[in-house]
Nanobody, 121 residues
Framework: QVQLVESGGGLVQPGGSLRLSCAAS????????MGWYRQAPGKERELVAR???????NYADPVKGRFTASRDNAKNTVYLQMNSLKPEDTGVYYC???????????????WGQGTQVTVSS
């Protein structure tokens, strides 16, 4: 069993910053790509950023230049540094990871429970 636990969400004023963290735990043999997605009220979940095991990153156009994804492979943790936040960044942010466990040879995809980010004055 694998768990992804996000933290770091909250309320911030426009132009402010937040740093999200997502720690993976459980019977983990290896973690591949990790990512951040968000879902605004009434909208579908969308990709924000994705980072490979080698720390190659890609970002959604609306967040390029403002958000930075990084990871600490020793801690099985991925981060999302969010700067110059805008009201349209409001939503629930979910962590996602491709994981190979000790008891299965294949890769499975896991989601965290989400953390709320609200950008408002």
């Amino acid at each position: 069993q694998v768990q992804l636990v996000e933290s770091g969400g909250g309320l911030v004023q426009p132009g402010g910053s937040l740093r999200l963290s997502c720690a993976a735990s459980g019977s983990i043999f290896s973690i591949g790509a990790m990512g951040w997605y968000r879902q605004a009220p009434g909208k579908e979940r969308e990709l924000v950023a994705r980072i490979t095991s080698g720390s190659n990153t890609n970002y959604a156009d609306p967040v390029k230049g403002r958000f930075t994804a990084s990871r600490d492979n020793a801690k099985n943790t991925v981060y999302l540094q969010m700067n110059s936040l805008k009201p349209e960044d409001t939503g629930v942010y979910y962590c996602n990871a491709d994981v190979r466990t000790f008891y299965r040879g294949d890769w499975l995809n896991y989601w965290g429970q989400g953390t709320q980010v609200t950008v408002s004055s």
